[in-house]
């Protein structure tokens, strides 16, 4: 990029990198969604994303540390409250063992981590690293799927809960506070790239921050994908369903 978009012109160029690269467009959302997929995948992929949620305050907390302005300190904390919650089991993230909980998961072996995929480990992990390490501007920038989240969060209750008998919607009430937490941060972060990339070369990195997160989502599903819903690919240590005992075996054998 050589010339200046005005923020309207960014704007449509993020909006269109998530209407060509959003995870809504992955295969596995639709076996996911649309009823496809046995109680032992639906139970590996809530296992696999809550290494993602669990790193969400360690992402925004990391981002923090390097904000000099105290009101964008105050206004991003809340992203940690709404994860973390101000009092124990409070919180998004025990939210997301309440559903790991509600498909018969052992809540230590998740919350342990012993039973992810590689590829989500790698993905999660480079996307802290990334808000840690890249400017500011990039690292908010890199929230900014958020924009697309409420769409596909009401895709996934509605598909879920008319297809898959052992799901109820107490188990997905982490979605629920979503629809509203979601669209107040994307707002906060669209505004603000919005205004502080005032060069084309700011406006090229916030485009690519966002490129950067859609495909940390996108790797997920690929490593889900591969190793869950074509046969034989669970890696050596990675969560193994057993689909009658509903349980997780330790490790790959």
Same mark, same amino acid.
Not at 12 to 36: C, D, T
Not at 164 to 177: E, H, I, M, Q, T
Not at 234 to 239: L, Q, R, T
């Given at each position: 990029m050589?010339?200046l ?6 704007e449509?160029?993020?909006r ?6 959003y ?18 995948q !639906?139970?590996?992929? &809530? #296992?696999?994303? @809550?290494?993602?949620?669990?790193r969400?305050p360690?992402k +925004? $907390? ?9 009101e ?15 009092e ?6 025990e939210?997301w063992?309440?559903?790991t909980?509600?498909l018969?998961l ?7 981590g012993q ?11 480079a ?8 400017s500011?501007?990039e690292?908010?920038?890199s ?5 697309f ?7 996934r209750?509605a ?5 898959y008998?052992? !799901?109820s919607?107490? &188990? #997905?009430?982490y @979605?629920?506070k979503r629809?509203?937490q979601?669209p107040? +941060? $994307? ?16 406006q090229q ?11 940390v989502l996108?790797s997920?599903?690929d ?9 034989g690919?669970?890696p050596?240590?990675a ?10 075996s330790?490790?790959?054998?």
């Amino acid at each position: 990029m050589s010339q200046l978009l005005t923020p309207q012109e960014l704007e449509a160029r993020l909006r269109a990198v998530g209407a060509a690269r959003y995870h809504n467009r992955h295969p596995f959302h639709g076996l996911l969604h649309g009823g496809k997929l046995q109680r032992a995948q !639906v139970q590996a992929w &809530a #296992l696999n994303r @809550f290494y993602y949620q669990s790193r969400i305050p360690m992402k +925004d $907390a990391a981002l923090m540390a390097r904000a000099d302005d105290p009101e964008l300190r105050r206004i991003w904390r809340q992203r940690i409250i709404d994860h973390d919650g101000n009092e124990p089991r409070e919180g998004g993230i025990e939210r997301w063992l309440a559903l790991t909980d509600a498909l018969g998961l052992d809540r230590d072996y998740v919350a342990s981590g012993q039973g992810l995929l590689p590829g989500t480990r790698f993905a999660v992990d480079a996307y802290v690293r990334f808000v840690a390490e890249r400017s500011l501007l990039e690292a908010i920038a890199s929230s900014l799927t958020e924009l697309f989240a409420p769409a596909i969060i009401s895709d996934r209750v509605a598909g879920m809960l008319a297809n898959y008998d052992f !799901v109820s919607r107490d &188990a #997905l009430a982490y @979605f629920d506070k979503r629809l509203t937490q979601a669209p107040r +941060d $994307a707002d906060f972060a669209l505004d603000y790239v919005k205004r502080e990339a005032r060069r084309p070369d700011q406006q090229q990195a916030v485009i690519q921050a966002l490129v950067f997160k859609c495909d940390v989502l996108w790797s997920q599903l690929d490593a889900l994908h591969y190793a869950y819903v074509e046969p034989g690919h669970i890696p050596p240590g990675a969560f193994v369903p057993d689909a009658a005992a509903g349980k997780a075996s330790r490790a790959a054998t």
